[in-house]
């Protein structure tokens, strides 16, 4: 039985959709009590759901991640394109750098 809507833009991992809201469903019984599952309103999958809000190129990211997946490999590929002008032993003397240093500090 349909709860409730929920408002606020999520995306559906089994549906790859972006929403508006999520249903609330109560799958429980009188045994185990109110048991709550997230329907995705496009797929119907259950739990599916994760919220999301914009990056700063426009797209959407998960909520707590500092970018999107589309950042994401973008800065992957910098980040090899940078580190492979550099040999091995300057590649191990970076890689201890960072370890004890934040990037913050270097910039
Ligand atoms: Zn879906
Ligand atoms: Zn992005």
């Known amino acids: 039985m349909i709860e409730k809507t929920v408002w606020g833009k999520h995306i559906c991992e089994v549906c790859r959709s972006v929403v508006d809201f999520y249903?609330?469903?109560?799958?429980?019984?009188?045994?185990?009590?109110?048991?709550?599952?997230?329907?995705?309103?496009?797929?119907?999958?259950?739990?599916s759901v994760t919220p999301v809000e914009r990056c700063n190129c426009g797209d959407w990211k998960r909520v707590g991640k500092d970018v999107c997946e589309t950042c994401?490999?973008?800065?992957?590929?910098?980040?090899?394109?940078?580190?492979?002008?550099?040999?091995?032993?300057?590649?191990s003397y970076m890689q201890d750098l960072l370890c004890d240093k934040l990037i913050e500090e270097l910039v």
């Open 23 to 47: 249903y609330l469903e109560d799958q429980g019984d009188l045994e185990i009590g109110p048991y709550y599952v997230k329907l995705c309103p496009n797929c119907g999958e259950e739990n």
């Open 72 to 91: 994401e490999k973008r800065l992957k590929g910098d980040i090899g394109r940078f580190f492979r002008q550099y040999d091995k032993h300057e590649r």
